[in-house]
């Protein structure tokens, strides 16, 4: 069974960056089959997809954070990662990690991590 | 961007009722990219259909969806008390995805 474990802080100050983990089991971010996402949720709020990454590198972003946001793979640790810079309020949110595919849909998904924004 | 549309807000309906809920693309979209999913409150989101019409797993047979180009419909046949959550529509294109504002059925 597919397990997804977002970790890291859950507060962030105004203007610094947000680093989140997302810890793969079950399955291997190397495979040529799935892409692995990040998505948040502000209190709330809808979803938003916040970007994609591929284990060969390409990956794709949501074009509104697209200058603030880098997603990374660490194959070794079978995890990936979120980097969202110059946070402000309007980031917080519960971020998720959620495997895409098959079929261009997000399948398995983590419980979330709530993130919040303030000095 | 293709911008997701989804109506009505907020769905009031008792257990035993139909639910129809309707997903407008601002642009025609390739009904396989178009997928359905479920929340529960302070729950993440269940993938119910991908595909515009094709169940997921363990997803029941009260759920189907139907619908091409830019207008999808998302159907509950009757209503069961775990049914009652917001839903999201989702579409992908051109390595980008949107997701709908969401239905709520109360």
């Known amino acids: 069974q597919l397990v997804l474990q977002e970790s890291g802080p859950g507060l962030v100050k105004p203007s610094e960056a947000l680093s989140l983990t997302c810890a793969v089991s079950?399955?291997?971010?190397?495979?040529?089959?799935?892409?692995w996402g990040w998505i948040r949720q502000p209190p709330g709020k809808g979803l938003e997809w916040i970007g994609s990454?591929?284990?060969?590198?390409?990956?794709y972003y949501n074009p509104s954070l697209k200058s603030r946001v880098t997603i990374i793979g660490d194959t070794s640790k079978n995890q990936y990662s979120l980097r969202l810079s110059s946070v402000t309020a309007a980031d917080t949110a519960v971020y998720y990690c959620?495997?895409?595919?098959?079929?261009?849909?997000?399948?398995?998904w983590g419980r979330g991590t709530p993130v919040t924004v303030s000095s | 961007e293709i911008v997701l549309t989804q109506s009505p807000g907020t769905l009031s309906l008792s257990p035993g009722e139909r639910a129809t809920l309707s997903c407008r693309a601002s642009q025609s979209i390739s009904s396989s990219y178009l997928a359905w999913y479920q929340q529960r409150p302070g729950q993440a989101p269940r993938l119910l259909m991908f595909g515009a019409s094709r169940r997921a797993t363990t997803v029941p047979d009260r759920f189907s969806g139907s619908g091409s180009g830019t207008d999808f419909t998302l159907t509950i046949s009757r209503l069961e008390p775990e049914d009652f959550a917001v839903y999201y529509c989702q579409q992908y294109g051109d390595s980008s995805l949107t997701v709908g504002g969401g239905t709520k059925v109360e």
């Open positions: 959620a495997r895409w595919g098959p079929a261009y849909a997000f399948w398995y």
């Open positions: 079950g399955g291997s971010i190397s495979t040529s089959t799935y892409h």
């Open positions: 990454f591929y284990y060969s590198g390409s990956n």
